[in-house]
């Protein structure tokens, strides 16, 4: 039951490269539309054509060390509705070598003030099990925009170290560890499990609950957006 005249509204911004990311925010998505809530997604496009896997090991060692170093990959202007106000913006991604992906870097760069200052915004991270240094380089860089942070959904590859490492590697590089021999036992599966998704869907809905409950989101939209003009 709600008491508010019109439904919650969520922004969902994402990055995926090889869609574990997009698999997330889908059945996010879909958990918080369940409870009710109004939800509106933007892919944030990289203007030079990104693919995944990359082209061989070379290649794959190369992007693990430009990412290293934060490189930002630019991307087009996010749609206008991205600077309306909302009652929550997730902003969701994978890691890349400890770090934010380069587009969603080059996002907060170049539209972070405008998109998240006075707004509740939720980091979505999809990784293979360090997401650590991602977490806090993220919300700095948000805390910074004037987001008001929320507590990051972090969801890992459940394999085991060293396979999930040597897993990623290999896929990123154009293999399927899955089905090389000596690592099918430790790497069954590339990304995340049924389970976790079936987990983030109940995480929206959560979050749709809690968004419908006015006393749980202190700050209404109309007040934001006073607050940001
Ligand atoms: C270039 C590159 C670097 C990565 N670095 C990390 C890392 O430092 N830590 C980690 O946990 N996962 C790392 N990963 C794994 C991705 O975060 C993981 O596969 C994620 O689920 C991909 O999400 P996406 O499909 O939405 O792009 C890396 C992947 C790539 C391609």
């Known amino acids: 039951m709600t008491d ?5 509204r969520v922004l969902v911004i994402y990055f995926s490269l090889s869609g574990q990311s997009r698999g997330l925010i889908n059945l996010l998505a879909h958990g918080m539309r369940s409870a009710g809530v109004t939800v509106s997604v933007e892919r944030l496009l990289p203007l030079q054509k990104l693919t995944f896997p ?27 509705r991205c600077f ?3 009652d929550l913006i997730v902003l969701a991604g994978p890691t890349w070598s400890y770090n934010p992906s380069g587009p969603v870097l080059y996002l907060i760069d170049r539209y972070g003030k405008q998109l998240f200052c006075g ?23 948000l805390k910074r925009c004037g987001a008001r942070l929320e507590q990051s ?9 060293p396979w999930s ?12 560890p899955q089905h090389v021999i000596l690592l099918k036992n ?13 987990q983030i869907k109940k995480e929206g809905t959560k979050i749709g609950l809690r968004l ?6 202190l700050v209404s939209c109309a007040d934001k957006k006073q607050a940001a003009v």
């Open 153 to 161: 959904l972090i969801f890992s590859h459940p394999v085991k170290e």
């Open 186 to 198: 430790h790497y069954p599966h590339y990304g995340h499990t049924t389970e976790q998704l079936r």
């Open 165 to 176: 490492t040597i897993g990623v590697f290999l896929k990123s590089a154009g293999y399927q």
């Open 84 to 86: 309306d106000a909302y």
């Open 4 to 8: 508010r005249k019109t439904p919650p």
């Open 119 to 141: 707004q509740a915004v939720l980091p979505l991270i999809s990784c293979r099990g360090y997401y650590r240094r991602h977490n806090r380089i993220l919300g700095r860089k």
């Open 54 to 80: 990359f082209n061989g090991i070379t290649q794959t060692l190369w992007r693990m060390i430009t990412t290293f170093f934060r490189q930002r990959v630019p991307i087009s202007e996010p749609s206008p």
């Open 212 to 217: 419908q409950n006015p006393a749980a989101s």
